[in-house]
């Protein structure tokens, strides 16, 4: 098959129309749009960072008007969504369960060694959770017999339960309080799941497929990125894919690496809203920084990770993004006592802003407050003083 040309803009549309950003409510409203949403991301990443709302929120409340965080929660408890690994934790849809068990088969042939008394008390474990239904790691006595160490270095009965549901003998669901509830898979998942283990050929066009209908346009290294921890065959079966014609093969102008695409995009007729989005930074956007350098001009890095004295922008700042275009990021913390949403830093990319543009930025900027249940806003500093002045004087 004939590779596809594409310009950078061409390029922008379609991934922005994967990632269900040519518009919002791209996917309609109500807790049926999640579920629309994330079968089509494939996959929502959780976050512990509460800075603001949480992430697997912040990246569908972006998307979906007046999104409520309980939709998540009853579609887990409908069976419809479960939660795993692909390339960090997230939400995936129930219908792609079986291709969660090659990463699980995974996780567990790449353990070290278990001594006898882990082996023991995963056991125990297991025979508690069959006698009395589902268990947080704080229901578990704190066998800690040395200090810890710090944030991963968990007890002995929160490392043998997080094996368990790694190598797929326990599932998990979220509390409220967004603990983690530990469970067998039989009382989670719905009798008609196929949890056949797939083939590395079934496995490898999964995670092609997949990739390709949430990032519209990808190489190999973004595509592979999601099944790292199992040994695949995604470069052999994506050439097939593209020989079969259900694949293409694209070319970006000044991009050099081989990229793909699904066919539905060679002639699809994108619109982009020009609605301005202000997004997680581990929304599926942002994930890829060199995807965003590569085809959005953007150098974006989540700097939480970022030892304090390097940050440049803040501790955690939010791509705006309008139509194509990431036009600021954006420092804020939500203070949910004064229920105020504090933007410590609004930094403003090189680019000529117009009065209907800086307006979509205030809208945006009022519904991420209303998402994190503020009711006033702040803006501490901002490197253009006239678009503060302007910002201080419209929002409340």
């Known amino acids: 098959m004939d590779k596809i040309i594409l310009t950078k803009p061409e390029a922008r549309k379609i991934i922005l129309h994967a990632a269900g950003l040519a518009r919002r409510a791209q996917f309609g409203k109500g807790k049926e749009a999640v579920y629309k949403l994330i079968d089509q991301l494939g996959f929502v990443q959780i ?10 929120h912040h990246t569908l409340a972006a998307r979906i008007p007046d999104y409520k965080l309980e939709w998540i929660d009853e579609l887990q408890a409908d069976g419809r969504i479960f939660e795993f690994w692909t390339f960090a934790t997230g939400y995936i849809p129930m219908r792609d369960f079986r291709f969660s068990l090659p990463v699980k088969a995974s996780f567990a042939a790449r353990r070290n060694d278990l001594t006898q008394a882990e082996v023991n008390l995963m056991r125990r474990i297991l025979d508690r959770i069959a006698r009395e239904g589902p268990l947080r790691a704080r229901d578990f006595e704190n066998d800690r017999v040395t200090k810890s160490s710090g944030w991963w270095d968990w007890r002995p009965s929160k490392v043998a339960l997080e094996r368990l549901h790694f190598d797929g003998r326990l599932v998990t669901t979220r509390r409220k ?13 719905p009798g008609d799941i196929d949890t056949t283990m797939p083939t590395d050929e079934e496995f490898a066009r999964h995670v092609i497929m997949r990739s390709l209908k949430v990032l519209g346009i990808a190489s190999i290294k973004e595509i592979a990125w999601s099944a790292r921890f199992v040994k695949n065959s995604v470069k052999t079966e994506i050439l097939k894919l593209v020989d079969s014609g259900e694949v293409c093969s694209v070319a970006v102008a000044d991009l050099k690496t081989p990229l793909y695409m699904l066919p539905e995009y060679k002639k699809k007729k994108i619109t982009l809203s020009g609605d301005a989005f202000i997004l997680s930074p581990f929304d599926i956007l942002n994930v890829y920084r060199f995807r965003l350098r590569d085809f959005f001009d953007f150098d974006y890095q989540v700097e939480c990770f970022v030892p304090k004295p390097k940050r440049k922008y803040g501790y955690f700042s939010l791509p705006v993004l309008i139509g194509d275009t990431f036009v600021a990021r954006m420092d ?5 006592k004064q229920r105020m949403l504090i933007i410590h830093n609004i930094h403003f990319e090189d680019i000529k802003l117009t009065k209907a543009m800086i307006g979509k930025v205030c809208d945006a900027i009022q519904r991420f407050a209303r998402f994190n249940q503020c009711e006033t806003i702040t803006i501490e500093k901002s490197n253009n003083k006239t678009l503060l002045k302007t910002l201080r004087n419209t929002l409340p």
């Open 47 to 56: 976050d512990t960072n509460y800075v603001v709302e949480r992430a697997h």
């Open 177 to 189: 309080d967004f603990q983690k509830v530990y469970d067998l898979p039989e009382n989670i998942l």
């Open 332 to 336: 804020s913390k939500a203070d949910r």
